[in-house]
């Protein structure tokens, strides 16, 4: 066999290799040139904003997204005003004798303490609204404001201890910013209250009424835990 005879020889042997290893290459770099584009579409998902084929998808796609950061525990300082069941002395010194000796009261059914609330937000009604050309990216849909209905727990007259407890049901009105911090929230809450050791007449005396007769001054008053309905008035914080 002559040298010419082993050069073509030699080239029909390794021709395919060379063939099989160019076109691994090729497929190689179609591999990473996918995973590049890829993750640019990933990055560039994550800063634009999902997109969605029509502005109605992208608007309800936000307004879920809404309920989801709205959805949550909120915590703020409260005003409660609070009617009793019966009247609250403020000094057993209010309560008299009049001329004709039946029992003078000076007390009060409703009164007004600070203290805290915490509730549980289940929201709804989210006001949304798109701020660009573009409003078939979700991003481009802000949440404004939003209602809330929320059971509460609220905690007031906690100068000395926790005195008054609080339950019910509020009723918010949420507005935040663009990118949904700087949340303000006022809710506005009815519930059933106790407060407790509070001074009131003892239970055989009325107020109008003669006492009984075995009945000093001092026995005419004494404090219990006390009933009633309050309205409460909060701003708060989520978290």
Same mark, same amino acid.
Request: aromatic fraction near 10%; proline fraction near 2%; charge should be negative.
């Given at each position: 066999?002559?040298?010419?005879?082993?050069?073509?020889?030699?080239?029909?042997?390794?021709?395919?290799?060379?063939?099989?290893?160019?076109?691994?290459?090729?497929?190689?770099?179609?591999?990473?040139?996918?995973?590049?584009?890829?993750?640019?579409?990933?990055?560039?998902?994550?800063?634009?904003?999902?997109?969605?084929?029509?502005?109605?998808?992208?608007?309800?796609?936000?307004?879920?997204?809404?309920?989801?950061?709205?959805?949550?525990?909120?915590?703020?300082? !409260?005003?409660? &005003?609070?009617? +009793?069941? $019966?009247?609250? =002395?403020?000094?057993?010194?209010?309560?008299? *004798?009049?001329?004709?000796?039946?029992?003078?009261?000076?007390?009060?059914?409703?009164?007004?303490?600070?203290?805290?609330?915490?509730?549980?937000?289940?929201?709804?009604?989210?006001?949304?609204?798109?701020?660009?050309?573009?409003?078939?990216?979700?991003?481009?849909?802000?949440?404004?404001?939003?209602?809330?209905?929320?059971?509460?727990?609220?905690?007031?007259?906690?100068?000395?201890?926790?005195?008054?407890?609080? !339950?019910?049901? &509020?009723?918010? +009105?949420? $507005?935040?910013? =663009?990118?949904?911090?700087?949340?303000?929230? *006022?809710?506005?809450?009815?519930?059933?209250?106790?407060?407790?050791?509070?001074?009131?007449?003892?239970?055989?005396?009325?107020?109008?009424?003669?006492?009984?007769?075995?009945?000093?001054?001092?026995?005419?008053?004494?404090?219990?835990?006390?009933?009633?309905?309050?309205?409460?008035?909060?701003?708060?914080?989520?978290?």
């Amino acid at each position: 066999m002559n040298e010419s005879t082993k050069a073509i020889f030699a080239l029909f042997l390794f021709a395919p290799g060379i063939c099989i290893a160019d076109n691994n290459d090729t497929h190689s770099e179609i591999i990473s040139n996918q995973i590049t584009e890829d993750k640019q579409e990933s990055k560039d998902s994550t800063t634009t904003g999902i997109k969605f084929s029509t502005t109605e998808d992208a608007e309800e796609n936000a307004k879920n997204e809404a309920s989801t950061d709205l959805d949550q525990f909120g915590f703020g300082p !409260a005003l409660f &005003i609070i009617k +009793y069941d $019966k009247e609250v =002395l403020k000094d057993s010194k209010e309560v008299k *004798l009049r001329g004709d000796g039946t029992i003078s009261a000076n007390g009060s059914e409703y009164t007004a303490s600070l203290g805290v609330e915490l509730h549980y937000d289940f929201s709804f009604g989210h006001k949304v609204k798109c701020y660009s050309d573009d409003c078939t990216v979700s991003k481009n849909w802000n949440r404004i404001s939003s209602h809330r209905i929320s059971p509460y727990l609220g905690l007031f007259d906690i100068e000395n201890g926790i005195n008054g407890i609080a !339950a019910g049901l &509020i009723y918010g +009105y949420t $507005k935040a910013d =663009l990118e949904n911090n700087n949340t303000k929230t *006022l809710n506005f809450g009815v519930g059933w209250t106790v407060h407790k050791d509070r001074l009131v007449l003892s239970g055989d005396v009325e107020e109008g009424a003669i006492p009984p007769s075995n009945l000093t001054i001092d026995d005419y008053t004494e404090r219990k835990d006390v009933n009633g309905l309050s309205l409460m008035v909060s701003v708060n914080f989520g978290f």
